[in-house]
């Protein structure tokens, strides 16, 4: 019998269709993956079936939750549902989280408003409840708030909040996306204990096919607002028919590294010696010295002209901490960053203008960095004031038009605001500011993470055919371990402030040395290992 059976659904937000008759079914204990493209219509199909679509939305067709249609539902009837009987996880636990309450006031709320206990029973209840997923009194104080937690710990309080009453039905809306190999392994083990424990369906939505590939007992693909292809797991993958579906398969499979060695022996472009970050301890003492907290701690490397470095580990390890450090944006408490010979903290003036030209910037998050009041040509423009001549109005538009060229977008797209564009594009935007001064070292922190299979990919050939052509030296801070095998030449793996291990990506990865590191590469997802396990132990739909 099912649990869930979506039938005919299809949404229309003002006049644009944003679902075309999707159906499907979920039973008990079922997990099923819903993976596409951004705009493929995945998230909405699960905030149509919590009805929380957006206003001016209208549904048509069936939801039925143990056979109730839920689009015949009052507003006040599905108030007793949500939470109840649906449990939703949302992507992003920073925004899903009320930043001025504690976490164990966030999940007894569901207690006192569906169970009817008192504060104090509630606080109990949830106590023992985030105990349940791993957030221990001893290690995580029910009295702590969302700022105080990592990313996975606060995805754990979602994940909390979303199954405190035990519902039929988890809604996971792309839990683990921005979240370290690791820590995102801990979080889909618990998913799945959760789903078998409880004998609730899961509905998992992700553009990740290795992560749903090794989770999932039934796949559906989807492209714009239409299920293209539905399957068991691991069989789907073996069967693809679709077009689509054997594009995103060949998408999600990143081609290794294979450029030829940079020579060693060449004058470093950026040198970081014996580079340290400390912070003071936020906690307040009224006698004695304040404690510090060293975030990085005695890193040296060197970055040669026209080689990619990734630098990878756990959310916390220090390594945006130390891209802050080389760009000359964050603290350097011991040791010294130099840029073309140039010391980042000596530098005054002209100079340190001309360090800045040297080494730019590209953000995980396209639309955040992108101020969305300025059209494209602005904001690719903007580092041109740290040029000593300013280029004219019509240079400007020259250069913007030109740089739009190489990664792969139009001179027209000047004219436009950031809101025009798809996650892709919009990150080409970040990627052609970067450029804009002709630097020789670009940092990209997390600039893939966030995107679809199909559109990393075109970012990583972007990266590798500006890297060749311009001779462009990269820093790769990531924690997605296919994509550091498909781009860089060496790693560098931090764990608790320090590099615990560096040298070729293929021999890093391929024979680990350090404890962490083989954790790093056991956790981290790959397609083709994930099939060919569960197809040797028989787990399938």
Known sequence: MSLLNVQALSLTIGATQVLKSVSFDVAPGEILGIVGESGSGKSMTLLSTMRLTPRGAHASGAIRLDGEDLLAKSEGEMCTIRGQRIGMIFQEPMTALNPVQTIGHQVAEMFTLHRGLSAREAVQTAAQHLAQIGLTPDRVPIDRYPHQLSGGQRQRVVIAMATALSPKLVLADEPTTALDVTTQAGILDLLKALAQRNGAGLIFVTHDLAVVASLADRIAIMKQGEIVEEGPAPAIFRTMQHPYSKALRAAATLSPHTRVPKNANVTPILEAVDVGVSYQSSSWKQFGRASHTRAVDGISFKLVPGEVVGIVGESGSGKSTLARALLGIGPVTHGSVQIGGDDFATARGTKLRAIRQRIQVVFQDPYGSLNPRLRVEALIAEPLHLLDRRPSAKERRQRVETILARVGLTASDADKFPHEFSGGQRQRIAIARALILEPKIVVLDEAVSALDV???????????????????????????????RALADRVL??????????????????????AYTQQLVAASPDLETALAERERTGVSA
């Open 454 to 484: 199909s559109v990393r990919a075109q970012i990583i050939d972007l990266l590798r055919d500006l890297s060749e052509r311009l001779g462009i030296a990269y820093l790769f801070i990531t924690h997605d371990l296919s994509v550091v």
């Open 493 to 514: 793996v931090m764990h608790n402030g320090r590099v615990v291990e560096e040298g070729p990506v293929a021999q890093v990865l391929a024979k680990p040395q350090h």
